[in-house]
Structure formats: C-alpha cells, structure tokens
C-alpha cells in the first residue's frame, strides 16, 4: 500500500512538472512568434496591397467590394488576399448592426442590381450570403477573424492563377 502510494505521488510530480514545462514553452513561442490579432491583420492587409499593386485581377475584385455601398458606421478595418486563388476580402467593424439587418441592406441592393442571391451555412453552422452574377461572386458573412465584424469576400469564378 505504500509502495502504491510512493507511485501516485511520484506520478502527480512527474505530469505536475511536465505540465509546468509544456506551460513554458508555449508562453515562449508565444512571446517570440505568436503575432497580436491587430498586428496579423495590418500584415494581412500590407500583403493584400501589395496583391492589388502586382495583379489587375486582384485590383479589379477589390475596385468590385469597395465599391458597394456599406450601411452606416462601416468601418474598413483590414484586407486579405487568396494565396492560390484571385480572391479578396474586406474586413469591417459596425456597432449595433446585425446580421439581419445586414441581410436586409444587401438582399435589396444585390437583387435590384440584376446579382443572383441566396443564403448559405457554413462548417461553422454561421449563416452567410452569396450573390452572384456573371463571373463574380461576393460572399458576406460575420467574420470569424478577431478585431472585425463583418467579412466581404470578392471571387472571380473564372480566374485561376
């Protein structure tokens, strides 16, 4: 009975120590590799830039999501480009707007404009929008990236890098 004890004491120690090590090493690469929601987001718009700079299909989708008129209080808070695809998305904040309303706004704008709309869900069971009309498909949806509130994401269906 002792013995057994001695075990389970030794045992505890042992995963007690190895948690506190796991514990280190995460704070560590955290601290020297880990980048802040905002920093992560200023990259991905500095690298988006660039995109819209070097490929006139990508300044074209993002002439397209600019374009589109936005409710009241959007604010533009970053950019991200596709890495295999022609693809851009738009990043906002809106205080007090919801989603419904959201649906609402772009249902009426895209339908009066001659685009094809529908409602989807994702992986996620979060609803999204998707409109469509010759080559192009604009999907809007609450974003899922931290420091943003709504995600337009503008696709040319037949580009293909």
């Keep these: 009975m002792e013995r057994e004890k001695y075990f389970c004491q030794k045992a505890r120690k042992n995963c007690k ?13 955290c601290f020297f590799g880990c980048k802040t929601n905002e920093q992560q987001l200023i990259e991905d718009t500095k690298r988006a830039e660039e995109g ?3 490929d006139s299909r990508i300044k074209e989708l993002d002439d397209l999501c600019s374009q589109l008129p936005k409710p009241e209080k959007f604010q533009l808070v970053g950019k991200s480009k596709g890495f295999n695809s ?6 906002y904040t809106s205080p007090h ?3 419904e ?3 609402t706004f772009y249902d009426r704008y895209f339908l009066e404009n001659g685009w094809n709309g529908y409602t989807s869900s994702g992986l996620n069971g979060r609803e999204f929008l ?3 009309k010759d080559n192009y498909r604009i999907d809007i949806e609450e974003s899922l ?5 709504y995600s337009f994401t503008c696709k ?3 580009a293909r890098y």
Excluded: A, C, D
């Design 130 to 132: 998707i409109f469509e």
């Design 97 to 99: 707007i919801y989603f």
């Design 156 to 158: 040319n269906l037949t």
């Design 145 to 149: 990236k931290p420091g943003t509130k």
């Design 17 to 29: 120590n190895k948690l506190f090590l796991g514990l280190i090493i995460l704070i560590s690469l």
């Design 86 to 91: 022609v693809v851009i998305s738009h990043f």
């Design 101 to 103: 309303e959201i649906k």
């Design 52 to 54: 819209i700079k070097k």
